[in-house]
């Protein structure tokens, strides 16, 4: 009986364990897909940029618009952002440059900023970005350390 139930906890233990890798594991394939995705959006804004010389929203190119607020794009998948369709003003539009924009691993959405703060711990240093809040975003846009972006142009 004791040795029936040595192997018992023996069999917890490692069943743990695995557990606990698995969940490690999910989060870090999370984490890889979500920069995949970040990447492939970053190239559908590249080819935007150069049919049209603008990026989503009509932004202009190369303008990281420092500390500016309320100019983040939220919805990448809008017309008005040119990478799945056009709203008819993006001259010389060529697309679809993406053929759907994904939500991220964690359900939000990915994000277009022209003033992202690359570098909060060391000052202002500002950047245009197209970006995931990560796995604490869950629709709360919360800007910090565990957010993946993808860098377009930095001041």
């Known amino acids: 009986l004791i040795e029936l139930l040595v192997v018992i906890a023996i069999i917890g233990i490692l069943a743990a364990i695995v557990l606990a890798a698995l ?3 999910r989060r870090n394939a999370q984490r890889v897909k979500a920069r995949a995705q970040v990447n492939q959006l970053r190239r559908a804004v590249v080819l935007l940029e150069s049919d ?3 990026w989503p929203d009509h932004k202009t190119i190369d303008d990281v618009e420092s500390g500016a607020s309320g100019n983040e794009i939220w919805d ?3 017309a008005s952002s040119g990478l799945v369709s056009t709203d008819g003003n ?3 539009w060529n697309g679809p440059y ?4 994904p939500k991220d691993p964690w359900g939000n959405d990915y ?3 022209t003033d992202y703060d690359i570098d909060p711990t060391a000052g202002e240093r500002w950047a245009a970005v197209i970006g995931s809040f990560g796995p604490n975003g869950d629709g709360q846009n919360v800007y910090d350390s565990d957010n993946i972006y993808e860098l377009i142009i930095a001041e």
Not at 98 to 101: A, F, H, K, P, R
């Open 98 to 101: 993406i053929n759907v924009v």
């Open 111 to 113: 994000f277009f900023d």
């Open 52 to 54: 049209t010389n603008e």
């Open 76 to 78: 990448l998948g809008a």
């Open 90 to 92: 993006f001259p010389n």
């Open 23 to 25: 969940s490690s594991a």
